[in-house]
């Protein structure tokens, strides 16, 4: 916490200063370029595409990780451990 309290200063102070020359680029215009209809349709089409492929492997990841999980409990469950009253 220690730290945390140290660097925050300094990160917001670096912050700060590099941000009018962040701003103050071309106008405002960017790093692509003159931002028109298509190239905004074209990224919108991306955001469309992209964020059901992002929960899509998401999922699919999430149900391998479920698969691995039921094998290792089934797993569990054949040991007998001979116990008991």
């Known amino acids: ?37 298509k190239v905004v349709t074209n990224a919108g089409f991306l955001l469309i595409a992209f964020f059901p492929l992002v929960i899509f492997l998401c999922s699919m990841i999430q149900w391998t990780l479920d698969k691995r999980k039921e094998r290792r409990k089934a797993g569990h469950r054949k040991v007998d451990f001979g116990g008991g009253w």
């Open 1 to 37: 916490m220690k730290r945390l309290t140290a660097v925050m200063p300094a990160v917001l102070l670096t912050c700060l200063l590099l941000a009018p020359s962040a701003l103050a680029h071309d106008g405002g215009q960017g790093t692509y370029g003159e931002a028109d209809d």
